[in-house]
């Protein structure tokens, strides 16, 4: 029974976890429709941002929920500036060019910090159910995830910002003729995008073992989460981001932690192969 | 026509015998002997994307199911020949099955590169959780990370003692990417080549002609994965150990630089994006003043900001625009080029 | 950009001949010495100071007028944490450098990608690391601590202070399959039981379920070979989730790439290790090469296990180099098959010729506030697990890697 208990927990955990490694990813693909291959890195600088702050000897509740979104959202915008802005509506090349910059911030992060594996240890303690202890920083990953949901939902749906931001989005020369910068709002859309990948990353750090190639574990996973979700930002991140966590955990605690990444992707790959455009082309329309 | 093409076939097997011969007096073959085999690696992809314009993130699944074909049938058989040509029958029988899943479901670009991106995962996972006594296949250990060390290594057909390695294995590797690029041109002339072009341009026109796309794709797909599966026969060949690594990420994340470096849509650019940039890195890896994915990331970035086309349609714009002036500034020279054609 | 054809070509030859220069000039009488190792990418924790003890050691005997006369010249190649690398480079040494030694490899894997290559071209190989024991080759020397120096003594010692019943986690390679062996036969010579053996690649770091497993299993002593910077999760998830209070832990890896000073003393103190070295030794040896290192480096926090042990590798070489008079492979061979012995900072190294393995020192650590503490020393223990099963005197042509049977 106490067992049972860890599993629901840990899969919720899974789960959680799943969303928040693609949100970041989901906001700038769903908004922008550019695919940010760097968005693994953005979130390990993320996680060094908070380690770096939390050694200066700052609050490590400040270090994670501020210091590393701002750092990682700022370095988003120069980003934006530089590179993306030049090539929104040409999907492939956005996808090149982010990869490029995603070796590029591995190599940067690995001259400043050393290829060398670094972390912080949890602020909170384990929690004990019945026979069996669990990570109790499992259970703000969970709080923080879902706060993190209701708030891009609340701005998206209920702020003006959100209107004009999808308005954009559909129609950008009828925002701009509307007399709105669409290019004000694209640069504004990958900061938020950006500062919520750090946010991942940061939320995430004291878990792992944190080094300048981290980020290649986390891309693929969320790559594969938004495009499975589909053209829905909210209701397709935590639909696929369900159904990979439960096929992973399932497997994962049937066999072992490989079989379980497998049967991950195995599932995405029948997934998409069935539903072309994603969960929530099918079901959920309409939704955010 | 048909002479000029003999011509320039002759021509070209010329230059290549010159180059093949040149090219080991200024650098060590066995430096160059990757090179080539990273070249006909780039080529694979540059068939697939540059001509057919299938964007596929798993090229590198092609590339080390060749190696670990041959691996394993070379351990199990002994003699080189027999793995070679499996080597290059699984890799396109795989690309054939899985390409024939995606066309035949209609995916568009970007999901047709998550699931190539996500089967070469899986085959990077389940590669290097194969450390175990239980992963054996007849007589070959898969080893995990490990990878197969020890294998028998290419030999004179009927001969297993008689090793092809060092100097010749580079001119084996030569010829079979001279051979494989005749091949590709080939093909790229042939009916079926430009009707894959014309795919790439138009799907919708092409299919309302009555072509069935979905079928040329999967036979285009197909051959890229079996010359990606030569590639890497040779590449086991010439590392003397095939691992999990050329399954990873990284490998085909290069792969795809090589293509947009060199040129889409051409056929040498992608040969020389691959051996230029595998040489650049080897010299990059032998400093540590600079971190070598800092460069390679910057090279991406930079090409797809200011030269999306690539070095060779860069180059050949460059020369016919420098040509073109002299042409109008020296009447004389003039003369003298067309006698040069003319002769 | 009007270079006509003539200057290509002349300005081609040139750089040509340029980029040969490297290979051509050169003293001619230098002793080559190859380095092959991860200095960047995932396994660099251990390559770096590896790197820097090679360099301290080599540096050292060139200042004392070198070997036999003759200073060294080092050729070093930083495979990248790719293991196919290492094939490549290791051609290139023996190749194209044509060296006279071969120092390097850090992972089982490696080893095993290049041995034969080394073989092949009869060039010295010294593998300096920690290992799973069992390589028997004439052309091998290996410096590192096996399973029966290390297990045979961690195990008794954690069972006996934490309980019979012992849960093995693994890394997913050659040298944790066959170590995770060695640890279940001394658990089962010890009386205890082995609850269940777990294998990761190198690549997992999320252990959440695992350690719910590991709950579920109920056991009263973890034993970890885990491997490289993603498996440094596993101890802080284990933290994290307060387990460290509750069970023990003894591990056949943490430590040797300085991972008491990455984890903090709050994740790590109370595990149990067995290594050769330990920066708080008192060795009059140990002092003065810590201050040696302090010297050339700033300070000597980075030393660790395998630096030491790549150090005494290079001396236990340079030795049978300067009683060979030369760097012939036979002769260095021969000269290292007496037995000969030298006092590094982790003592006394002794080459045992049947085995090419060494005999050494092995002391008991515990983690205590981001240091090894030393609990009990055990001198000069043999390499019993491949003397039984390897005789390179009586089988000189022998190689292979003998896995046990269990």
Redesign the interface.
Known sequence: MD?AA??VV?TV??IASLVLISAGLAIVFGMMKV?NLAHGEFMMMGGYAAITAVNLGINIYVAILVIAPLVVGVIGLIVERL?IR??YGR???T???T??????????V??IF??????I??P?????VG????????FFIIVVTILLVLAIYLVLKSTRLGLIARGTMQRSDMASALGYSPDRIYMATFFVGSAVSGLAGAVLA????L?P??G??YI?KA??TV?AGGPSVIAGLISSGTVFGIVN?FF??AM???I???AL??C??IL??LL??GITARFFKGKM | MREITLQRFTLSIIIAAALMLFLPVIMNTFVLTPLLIYGMLGMSLGLIWGFGGILCFGQAAFFGLGAYAYAISAINIGESTIPMLIAVMVPAIFAAVLGAMMFYGRLGDVYLGVITLVVTLIFFKFMNSTAGPDYVIGTARLGGFNGIPGFQTLNIPGLPDDYIYGDSLYYVTFVLLVVAYWLVNWLLQSPFGRVAVAIRENEQRVSLMGYDIRARKTILFAIGGAIAGLAGALFANWAEIVTPGLFSLSQTAEIIIWCIVGGLGTRLGPILGAAGLAYLKFLLGQQAFIDNTIIMGLILVLFVLFLPKGLIPAIESVWKLSVGKRRRCHPSRRRKGRAITNG | MTMDRRQFLTATAAIAGASMLPFSVGAADNIKFGSIMDTSGGFDAYGKPMDMAMRLAIDEINANGGLNGSQIDINAYDTQSDMALYTQYAQQLTRQDEVDVVHGGILSASREAIRQIMRKSKTLYFYNVLYEGGVCDRNIFINGVTPAQQVEVLIPYAMKKAGKKVYVLAADYNYGQITAKWIEKYIADNGGETVAVDFFPLDVSDFGSTIAKIQAADPDLIVASLVGGAHLSFFRQWAAAGMNKKIPMASTTLGVGNEHKVLTAEEGDGIMVAYNYSQELETPENIAFKKKWADAYGDANSIHEIAVSHYQGILTWAEGVRQAGSTNRDDVLSALETGISITGPGGVVTVDPKTHHAVLDVHIMEFEGQKMKVIETFTQRQPIDTQAVCDLAANPDDNTQYEIKF
């Open positions: 067992l860890v599993i840990e955990y899974v695919i590179v030049h090539l999907l492939v090349d996808m090149l060019a990869w490029g910059l995603s070796l590029f911030f591995v190599g940067i690995t001259m050393g290829n060398t594996t670094t972390g240890s949890t909170i303690a384990g929690i004990t026979n069996y202890q669990i990570n109790g920083y499992n004291p878990l792992v073992g080094g190639s981290s290649g574990a693929a790559f594969i495009i955990q994962t605690f072992s932690p490989v379980g990444e497998v992707l195995v995405a790959v998409l192969r072309p455009q």
